[in-house]
């Protein structure tokens, strides 16, 4: 029980400094390093393995990080910063904003306000598998999609609401933490997309849609909004967006076949995987890797410019040093913490006690789902604490008899839900700032939606694998 208030201590600590802006990566490293030295003084804990100490144990604490850093940037690490690079690229081409502006077109032929806004979701969900970037996305789709709902008469705040959740529930190869569960399942990432994302993501996207419908309508009404007259006003609010996108942006639209492009990595992963052609491995690397040349030639056919277009992976590179000094140092900083959480014996404290107290697979469950959610709208990031967390849930789910599976997915879904409900998330805030409203107001409004959709993960998750 000690290690438990000591760990209540410095997690406290831990989400203190990153309320107060601190930079995660070292507020998460600085407490993993302090719990490991505690669990040094008072004997809770090995640090490394025995066969893997550097002899000296104070030493053992950087020898830990430096065996994550080697384990991460060589794996995971180089999986997380290859998308990033990717996604970077289609952006850099334009295929992005080609894709997003392909998928709206059905939507603009519908004359109901809050049913567009409703499949704007399902719409927005679906890009994120291809662009993801929740707030790559939400900008795209505040160029496009936003117009669109402003000139049906929704109005700007469940609109930019919307839009703010189109990516909140991280799915797809392409998905950081996406990868870092399938990982720590030890599943492939194709499998863990198709059967068990997919399945659970269904059910979920319906129930946002649905609530997204019903709840902005009901804030527009109280509001006083008038859905019909903001139409007939729409005009100016559309130009005032153009204005802030700029009209170099819109003159460069790439060629409509641009679309395909960011479709490419998960056509090839799914293609040559067990669930289709077995014969051939295609890593999500890889896979990243070959999209990349096929869009360098579809640049260089574009431009006819040798020197600009191989000048242009230059783009690619610099994203994923961006990647490996953001993404990659978080995931080990995240474990860095995960592991003094687990040496100074709070993760055996809990089990045990849960145990006990004759708590199953369903109880231990919840709350590993609630600490990832609250600590996502605390610290305004999915990534943070799923990646500080996520370590810990092959020990736990052991312990009560489960696939780890079972238990990650709605750990990792609940962080990228609660997410949407941080008014100091990146998504939120971007697209806030697009629109002139407040962030506060718009996760008010966000908040109904991302409740019944965590209800539904853990809903879905207990009927469909438990």
Known sequence: MFGVIIALVITGFVARLILKKYKPQPVLMLGGMILMSLAIILGTGEIVAEDSSTGFIWFDIFEFIKNTFSNRAGGLGLIIIAVAGFARYMDHTGASKALVGLTIKPLQKLNKPYLVLALGYLVGQTLNIFVPSATGVGLLLMVTMYP??????????????????????????????ANLAASTADLDVAIYFAQYQIPVAIAVALTIALLHYFTQKRFDIKAGHNALQAATEAKEEVEKLKAHEGEAAADDMPPLIYALLPLTPLILIFTFSSMMIDTINMH????????????????????????????????????????????????????????????????DTVINASQNAGFGAVPMILIMTGIIAAAAVIMGSGNAPFFAFAALAPDVSAQVGIPAVVMLLPM????????????????????????DVNPVDVVKRTAVPMAGALLVTVIMNFVLFL
């Open 148 to 177: 669109l709902l402003i000139s049906l008469g929704v109005s700007k705040l469940a609109a930019t609401a919307m839009i703010g959740t189109t990516a909140c529930m991280d799915l797809g190869p392409a998905s950081g933490n």
């Open 284 to 347: 999500v690397v890889t896979a990243m890797l070959i999209s990349l040349f096929v869009s360098m030639v579809f640049e260089f056919i574009r431009y006819k410019d040798a020197e600009k277009v191989l000048g242009s992976i230059m783009v690619f590179f610099d994203a994923m040093g961006t990647s490996f000094a953001r993404v990659v140092t978080l995931v080990v900083a995240g474990e860095t913490f995960a592991r003094g959480l687990t040496s100074i014996g709070a993760i």
């Open 412 to 435: 990792q879904f609940a962080a990228s839900i609660a997410r949407s409900v941080s008014p100091i998330t990146a998504v939120i805030v971007a697209v806030s700032g697009v629109s």
